[in-house]
């Protein structure tokens, strides 16, 4: 059987981003994801453009980590 991803349009809570280099975590409201990112991308694709406000860790270098509720 296939394995569907979920797009970023689907998600029904903030989205949250956690820094794995310093520990900072960001919550952006939906509303705010689909301006910045749109809601067409896979969770995957949208961390290699996100970049800690912090420290700048960069998550296509694998330190940032997202989650929401789908």
Same mark, same amino acid.
């Given at each position: %059987? !296939?394995? @569907?991803?979920? +797009?970023?349009? #689907? @998600? =029904? *809570?903030?989205? +949250? /981003? +956690?820094?794995?280099?310093?520990?900072?975590? !960001?919550?952006?409201?939906?509303? =705010?994801?689909? /301006?910045?990112?749109?809601? *067409?991308?896979?969770?995957?694709? /949208?961390? *290699? =453009?996100?970049?800690?406000?912090?420290?700048? !860790? #960069?998550?296509?270098?694998?330190? @940032?980590? /997202?989650? !929401?509720? %789908?």
């Amino acid at each position: %059987m !296939a394995v @569907i991803w979920p +797009t970023l349009e #689907r @998600i =029904k *809570s903030p989205l +949250t /981003i +956690t820094c794995r280099r310093c520990g900072h975590v !960001a919550f952006w409201p939906r509303e =705010k994801v689909f /301006i910045n990112l749109g809601g *067409s991308p896979l969770p995957h694709q /949208i961390r *290699s =453009k996100l970049r800690c406000s912090l420290c700048q !860790a #960069r998550g296509r270098d694998g330190l @940032i980590n /997202i989650h !929401a509720e %789908m």
